[in-house]
Structures are given as structure tokens and as C-alpha cells.
Nanobody
């Protein structure tokens, strides 16, 4: 199981950009999937990006597609989330997650992930 620590959150105006980082204590090459989720007050945690660690294939929900980009750097055991064109509705706590074992279906639910970071707050407002 890897330990995850997020950073890079902050406050930004609509249309702005932020880059979140997730540092893993273990080797992310040993994971099957790395992902970013977010949770706004009063709402359920939802996925915003998933990367298949071995192949680098990425998936996004429609709500962030074209604006968010997940990337990984295996040499640094890190995963990143570049967020552009931020909107007020992107305001949430953002979490990094890791899944060790492969899965037939794309893991986009909270229960599919073994490890979680503590989260980093992103606030988008004018």
C-alpha cells in the first residue's frame, strides 16, 4: 500500500489554472491505477481523472474533459493534475488515490481504491 500526499491547492479566479501534485511513498509502478477525485461540501466524492499506470491511458468525466489533465512521473513516484479553465463548480477538496490490483472495468468509484491522500483544497471564486 502506498502513502499519498497531495499539494498545490489554493484559491484562483474563474478561468485560472492550478497544478496539483501527489507524492507517493511507494513505487507507483506497482499500482494498477492512479486517480484524482474531488468532494465538494454536501456532495459525494467523484472522480475527475484516472490513469492506467502501466500504459498511461487516461480517462476523464465530461465535466472536466478538455480542461483537466492527469500525468505521472514514475521516476519521481508522482502524479499530477493540471487544471485549466477553472470554474466555481470545480471548488472542492481534491484527493489522490491509488489502486493496486487490476480491474476489468474502469475504476471510477471510491471503493475501488486502496490508498488515499489527505486532500488539498481548491477554491475558484472571483
Amino acid at each position: 500500500q502506498v502513502q499519498l500526499v497531495e499539494s498545490g491547492g489554493g484559491s484562483v479566479q474563474p478561468g485560472g489554472s492550478l497544478r496539483l501534485s501527489c507524492a507517493a511513498s511507494g513505487n507507483i509502478a506497482g499500482t494498477s491505477y492512479m486517480a484524482w477525485f474531488r468532494q465538494a461540501p454536501g456532495k459525494e466524492r467523484e472522480w475527475v481523472a484516472v490513469v492506467r499506470t502501466s500504459s498511461g491511458v487516461k480517462w476523464y468525466p465530461d465535466s472536466v474533459k478538455g480542461r483537466f489533465t492527469i500525468s505521472q512521473d514514475k521516476s519521481k513516484n508522482a502524479v499530477y493534475l493540471q487544471m485549466n479553465g477553472l470554474k466555481p463548480e470545480d471548488t472542492a477538496m481534491y484527493y489522490c488515490a491509488a489502486r493496486i490490483h487490476p480491474l476489468v472495468l474502469l475504476p471510477v468509484d471510491v471503493g475501488s481504491y486502496n490508498s488515499w491522500g489527505q486532500g488539498t483544497q481548491v477554491t475558484v471564486s472571483s
